[in-house]
């Protein structure tokens, strides 16, 4: 039996479930995190997008939270959140850099 199969399994209604083998199960598990993760990503891409589009303003919304809770039906904070999730993270340099930067100086 492969565990980490992503070959798509059956798609059985919330009553077929105990009818699903336990493969079946297994690979539902790994294809349904794969495509939420596919999901995120793409939400990510779009909010960010939106954001630096200025998308808000241009659609007569007074920020991207006014707009993502009332286009998406989301609560104010789970709004935020995407927002925040969705902004470029900086990239920690490692401590191996700043020690060649420090050697180089």
């Not at 297994?26 to 794969?34: A, F, P, Y």
């Not at 960010?48 to 707009?67: F, K, M």
Request: a positive charge.
């Amino acid at each position: 039996m492969t565990t980490h199969s992503t070959a798509l399994a059956p798609t059985a209604p919330a009553s077929g479930w105990p009818e699903l083998t336990d493969v079946d199960l297994l690979r539902t598990l790994v294809e349904t995190e794969r495509r939420r993760r596919r999901l995120d990503a793409a939400m990510r891409a779009a909010v960010a997008e939106a954001e630096r589009r200025g998308l808000a303003a241009d659609t007569g919304y007074r920020d991207t939270v006014e707009l993502l809770t009332d286009l998406l039906r989301i609560s104010t904070h789970e709004a935020r959140r995407r927002i925040e999730y969705a902004a470029p993270q900086p990239r920690p340099r490692s401590r191996k850099v700043w020690r060649v930067l420090a050697a180089a100086s």
